[in-house]
């Protein structure tokens, strides 16, 4: 069965995993744009299985299968090749995985609100906030668009909206929710511990009102990466990269230059 990815560009290879229920876009459009002025990178985005145009498939239980699957496919890409590993919320769970099971071939990785703890009621998360509301424009989105939006926004306005409703709620509703459904039932988190020291240029960028994952249980993970950046945005909930654009890029920036400083 295969898995729908999209590669641009040449060069270093450079894994985007998406969040849950989502697809590769939410990470084109945050990292494509950092790339304009780069070159010797080859991105490569990825649909989860289940999710965006990648089919359920019927091999895949649990996380440790879904984790399977991805290092097959990076396996056909990019055999025994060295690359970077991206990931957002469940993507970068997927991430840490591939990291701890690929350390001779990792090389960089950046978490952007990664999912630490599987369980949701194990979480230690801030309540939910809103910090900056548009009242006028959220009267004019349909009760469902404005109820979603509301649901995750700290900042909601209409430039928040439209990416959130692009890169968020219109690929949540191509994805295959009886099949995700069975996959958190029956093994959400790995059966095996990914902790493993990372001493690569690393980037960790989290929400001080993230209410899904949060940033708490996130920073436990911090003596794993010696050579992390570590983000704590205010401002910024779940979808970091949307609420924060400006800080996200100079972060994300950084991390580049520093990988690059190092590899080329």
Same mark, same amino acid.
């Given at each position: 069965m295969s898995i729908y990815h999209k590669v641009i560009g040449e060069g270093y290879p450079i *894994?985007?995993?998406?969040?849950?229920?989502?697809?590769?876009?939410?990470?084109?459009?945050?990292?494509?744009?950092?790339?304009?002025?780069?070159?010797?990178?080859?991105? $490569?985005?990825?649909?989860?299985?289940?999710?965006?145009?990648?089919?359920?498939?019927?091999?895949?239980?649990?996380?440790?299968?879904?984790?399977?699957?991805?290092?097959?496919?990076?396996?056909?890409?990019? #055999?025994?090749?060295?690359?970077?590993?991206?990931?957002?919320?469940?993507?970068?769970? $997927?991430?840490?995985?591939?990291?701890?099971?690929?350390?001779? =071939? *990792?090389?960089?990785?950046?978490?952007?609100?990664?999912? =630490? *703890?599987?369980?949701?009621?194990?979480?230690? *998360? #801030?309540?939910?906030? =809103?910090?900056?509301?548009?009242?006028?424009? $959220?009267?004019l989105l349909s009760p469902e668009d404005a109820e979603e939006f509301c649901s995750m926004g700290v900042v909601q306005g209409q430039t928040e909206w439209e990416r959130f409703r692009n890169e968020i709620l219109l690929p949540s509703k191509q994805t295959n929710e009886e099949f995700l459904n069975y996959i958190r039932q029956n093994g959400y988190g790995f059966t095996f511990d990914i902790s493993s020291k990372m001493e690569y240029p690393t980037l960790i960028i989290t929400g001080r009102q993230d209410h899904i994952v949060g940033y708490h249980d996130v920073w436990r993970l911090i003596e794993d990466y010696p050579r992390a950046t570590f983000s704590v945005l205010d401002m910024a909930g779940h979808n970091l990269q949307i609420e924060q654009t400006d800080v996200f890029n100079a972060l994300v920036h950084n991390w580049l230059d520093r990988l690059e400083s190092e590899k080329f």
């Open positions: *894994v985007m995993l998406h969040g849950w229920t989502l697809d590769h876009q939410v990470m084109l459009h945050a990292l494509e744009p950092l790339f304009e002025k780069r070159s010797g990178w080859k991105r $490569i985005y990825i649909d989860m299985p289940g999710m965006g145009q990648s089919e359920p498939q019927p091999s895949i239980h649990n996380s440790d299968d879904m984790l399977e699957a991805i290092l097959q496919l990076l396996d056909q890409l990019i #055999p025994g090749e060295e690359f970077i590993i991206c990931g957002n919320s469940y993507g970068g769970y $997927i991430a840490r995985g591939i990291a701890s099971l690929r350390q001779n =071939t *990792v090389r960089g990785l950046l978490l952007i609100a990664p999912l =630490t *703890v599987p369980e949701f009621n194990d979480r230690e *998360v #801030p309540k939910q906030t =809103t910090i900056k509301r548009d009242s006028n424009f $959220i009267s």
